[in-house]
T-cell receptor, first 112, second 112 residues
Framework: SQQGEEDPQALSIQEGENATMNCSYKTSINNLQWYRQNSGRGLVHLILIRSNEREKHSGRLRVTLDTSKKSSSLLITASRAADTASYFCATDRGGGADGLTFGKGTHLIIQP | DAGVIQSPRHEVTEMGQEVTLRCKPISGHDYLFWYRQTMMRGLELLIYFNNNVPIDDSGMPEDRFSAKMPNASFSTLKIQPSEPRDSAVYFC??????????FGPGTRLTVL
């Protein structure tokens, strides 16, 4: 079953604007990760936030986690054309199982 | 350092044929994961190995799919016989511990 669900499914903004993507999940997690996938390529890890963390920054990325609402957000500030990609949240599968469960992703388009 | 290497990058075959996908994980990583990505179902975990041992193959769709990891630097995913509904992009990913995963470029499989 789908653990992470991203919202929106697609987002188009102008270069320089901020982009916010959301992820909701169903069961308890140990950590949540965000990945980026450029067209025709593999996924690239962006950031990991643990269940006891509320916010984390990495460069132009800001991730928040609200375990009470079972949701996370990814903010990309000052977007660039190169940020055009699909963004996926991934959660651990819980119950001691390894591996990740991915959402279907948000397709982000940055208009130059 | 070389990332995860997958071959072939593209495979076109006819229904009923055997297909073998190959993966070389990052040296030193102890986990290897096989995923399948389709528009309809998103990214699905098929099977993963820890220290060359298959741990969870519950995501393998049916007996036509099999995976092996004969040593720490090589894994195969085999489909026999292949069917058109197996058409997808197959990703291999490796990790040190079961957190951040590093993905290969994927194999785009088309079964006619």
């Amino acid at each position: 079953s789908q653990q992470g669900e991203e919202d929106p499914q697609a987002l188009s903004i102008q270069e320089g604007e901020n982009a916010t993507m959301n992820c909701s999940y169903k069961t308890s997690i140990n950590n949540l990760q965000w990945y980026r996938q450029n067209s025709g390529r593999g996924l690239v890890h962006l950031i990991l936030i643990r269940s006891n963390e509320r916010e984390k920054h990495s460069g132009r990325l800001r991730v928040t986690l609200d375990t009470s609402k079972k949701s996370s957000s990814l903010l990309i500030t000052a977007s660039r054309a190169a940020d055009t990609a699909s963004y996926f949240c991934a959660t651990d599968r819980g119950g001691g199982a390894d591996g990740l469960t991915f959402g279907k992703g948000t397709h982000l388009i940055i208009q130059p | 350092d070389a990332g995860v290497i997958q071959s072939p990058r593209h495979e076109v075959t006819e229904m009923g044929q055997e297909v073998t996908l190959r993966c070389k994980p990052i040296s030193g990583h102890d986990y290897l994961f096989w995923y399948r990505q389709t528009m309809m179902r998103g990214l699905e975990l098929l099977i993963y190995f820890n220290n060359n041992v298959p741990i969870d193959d519950s995501g393998m769709p049916e007996d036509r799919f099999s995976a092996k990891m004969p040593n720490a630097s090589f894994s195969t995913l085999k489909i026999q016989p292949s069917e058109p509904r197996d058409s997808a992009v197959y990703f291999c990913a490796s990790s040190l511990g079961a957190n951040t995963q590093y993905f290969g470029p994927g194999t785009r499989l088309t079964v006619l």
